[in-house]
């Protein structure tokens, strides 16, 4: 597939980019039809109470916000119930530091030139699978890892094969299962097995890669047992690129050029009830960064707003059907060119 056929439309947003105010009617956001309509129950008054007075602080901040006029919208979602501190503690991840005797990574160098292609969307280019939902498991790592093998995958000749992330959950000894992990740690380990004892679970010697498909080794949303079985094997990975930290330009060449790309952000508050529009932010950090995510596109609006397509790991009642639209005219905005990379 030459880079001319990636010269893709990209999928109008479900909501126009616009700075309306949104505000939420408490009528029609009332607790009980919150909780009907996500499933939720509780274990007694005392919690139903105390999440209810949550839910009620968080609509109160929501509308705060989209009374701001901002480049995006708040809305509810299933984590309205919870406090920013229960959030950010059981639906990330990213640890944020490494182990100290990484391999040199081979480094991404630019690919395009004179700029023959300025958006992209690998979903359309069948790269993508659909969204998941990490559930209350510091997991974001092993899906963020995933999805970039999964565009491997298609590019190295395979059909779109969804992979377990379950498997990197129970199996990678160097990453800590729902306590957190990295991206790039999880792929290295599909491939060439522990950093530090240099053995597979199975003993995988023969350069196939070590992870199973999604419908073989379903997601638990807990840590469990390593059941590997090289029967089930989802695909074949072959390397790791990383790309320079911090390199904005060589980030956006190789998703334009390449396929999905992992990469961690500084998922700041307001990330809890994003609902759509473009995310801008100058208030996170772009070096403290506590989630991974994927990035699957590159576009433009009519305005001249740049943005990436950013797929989480969330669930689709989450943002924009599980995504969000990134703003690439803020360099380097959270940190999402400081710990990226592919597998190839």
């Not at 999928?11 to 029609?28: I, P, Q, R």
């Not at 073989?216 to 079985?229: A, E």
């Not at 074949?236 to 961690?264: F, K, M, R, W």
Request: charged fraction near 15%; hydrophobic fraction near 30%; proline fraction near 3%.
């Amino acid at each position: 597939m030459n880079l001319i056929t990636l010269t893709l439309s990209l999928t109008a947003f479900s909501a126009s980019y616009n700075n309306e105010c949104y505000l939420l009617d408490y009528g029609h956001y009332d607790f009980d039809s919150y909780l009907e309509m996500y499933n939720k129950t509780y274990s007694d008054k005392k919690d139903y109470y105390m999440r209810e007075n949550i839910y009620y602080q968080n609509i109160n901040y929501i509308n705060m916000k989209n009374s701001q006029n901002l480049t995006y919208t708040l809305g509810v979602n299933q984590f309205t119930d919870m406090t920013q501190e229960e959030f950010h503690a059981n639906n990330k991840g990213y640890l944020g530091f490494y182990l100290d005797d990484l391999p040199d990574y081979p480094q991404h160098h630019y690919t395009i030139t004179n700029t023959p292609i300025q958006s992209v969307d690998w979903r359309a280019a069948g790269q993508v699978t659909n969204i998941k939902d990490q559930s209350q498991c510091g997991s974001c790592w092993a899906f963020s890892a995933v999805a970039t093998m999964e565009g491997a995958i298609v590019r190295n000749g395979g059909s779109l094969t969804s992979l377990s992330e379950q498997d990197l959950v129970d199996c990678v000894p160097d990453c800590y299962g729902c306590d957190g992990g990295w991206p790039l740690l999880a792929i290295d380990w599909v491939i060439n097995g522990s950093l530090h004892n240099n053995s597979y679970n199975e003993g995988n010697n023969s350069n196939l890669s070590m992870i199973d498909t999604e419908m073989s080794y379903p997601y638990l949303g807990v840590d469990n047992t390593c059941n590997y079985s090289s029967d089930n094997r989802g695909g074949n990975i072959t390397g790791i690129i990383t790309i320079p930290q911090d390199n904005v330009a060589l980030l956006q060449d190789a998703l334009l050029s390449v396929g999905p790309i992992s990469a961690a952000i500084d998922a700041e508050d307001d990330f809890q009830f994003y609902k759509s529009g473009i995310y801008e932010s100058t208030s996170c950090s772009q070096t403290e960064l506590d989630h991974a995510v994927t990035a699957v596109g590159f576009g433009e609006t009519p305005q001249g707003k740049k943005y990436y397509i950013i797929k989480n790991s969330w669930g689709t009642d989450w943002g924009e059907d599980g995504y969000i639209y990134f703003s690439a005219d803020i360099p380097n905005m959270c940190g999402i060119a400081h710990d990226a990379c592919y597998a190839t």
